[in-house]
């Protein structure tokens, strides 16, 4: 599948992947600043932003779609960085892959599956109903009750085309039947390994990567360094945007 992207500037390829119910537009702000040194490419993952929809969530998936894509765009081999879902494709990418990726930052998920969360947020989306004439207030006032967090359902209304015939933007069912596969982690095959440069950033007040994560995520990608982005929880890039580009910037540039 060939996805969509957002370009822009020139030189070596960086490649952002965003996260569940984001999009490229997510990174607007860290790509006009990356441009002065790079060609960054933003992409929208399947069922997400301007890319197509169709059935199947999984990070082989998920990773085969970015490589199709940046091999036609003629951007490979690239940087690449991934936010929580887009961290789980990132890696994949690296792992099936190992020459199309130069550098690996992933930020604040591990190859792991997690808990059950997101089917609940997907359900609340899904349930909110479409009428015609609906605007945003009245969208973020239905889902008050099942996402009490202004922040994010602000975040998740971006994928809400208002107006007299509303729509998700979303590919929402095929999001919702891939729940399982998006929190789950299926194993690559055993020699799987990726020997290139490695950052796990972890945001500071987040959960997602955790001390015990990091014997598994060496035994992956052996030349892995962590580091912990303070002032953020798992959104790092939008909690201490300064402090993320600082990492980044630093990562790409050593």
């Known amino acids: 599948m060939i996805l969509h992207i957002q370009e822009r500037g020139e030189g070596p390829p960086l490649v952002l992947l965003h996260g569940l119910f984001g999009a490229a537009r997510n990174f607007a702000t860290m790509q006009r600043q990356l441009a002065e040194s790079f060609r960054v490419l933003a992409l929208d993952l399947r069922n997400h932003g301007a890319s197509p929809h169709a059935p199947g969530m999984s990070y082989p998936q998920l990773a085969a779609d970015v490589r199709e894509t940046l091999a036609a765009a003629g951007a490979l081999p690239c ?5 929580s879902m887009g961290g789980k494709v990132a890696m994949r990418l690296a792992l099936d892959a190992p020459g199309a990726v130069s550098r690996l930052l992933v930020a604040d998920i591990a190859p792991r599956a997690y808990p059950p969360s997101h089917g609940a ?37 971006q994928n809400l ?12 069912a095929e999001i919702a039947a891939g729940i399982d596969d998006i929190i789950g982690w299926p194993e690559p095959p055993p020699a799987a390994r990726y020997a290139g440069p490695t950052l796990f950033l972890a945001g500071a007040t987040s959960d997602y990567l955790r001390p015990e994560d990091r014997a598994p995520i060496r035994a992956r990608f052996p030349a892995a360094r962590f580091a912990t982005l303070e002032g953020a ?13 600082a990492a980044l910037r630093g990562f790409l540039l050593a």
């Open 79 to 83: 940087a690449l960085l991934g936010h």
């Open 121 to 157: 947020t997907a359900a609340a989306l899904a349930s909110l109903p479409l009428t015609q004439g609906l605007t945003r207030a009245a969208a973020d006032a239905a889902l008050a009750e099942a996402v009490p967090e202004a922040g994010v359902r602000a975040f998740l209304l």
């Open 161 to 172: 085309l208002p107006g007299a015939a509303p729509s998700w933007r979303i590919g929402l």
């Open 233 to 245: 929880g798992h959104w790092l890039h939008a909690d201490n945007p300064a402090g993320f580009m």
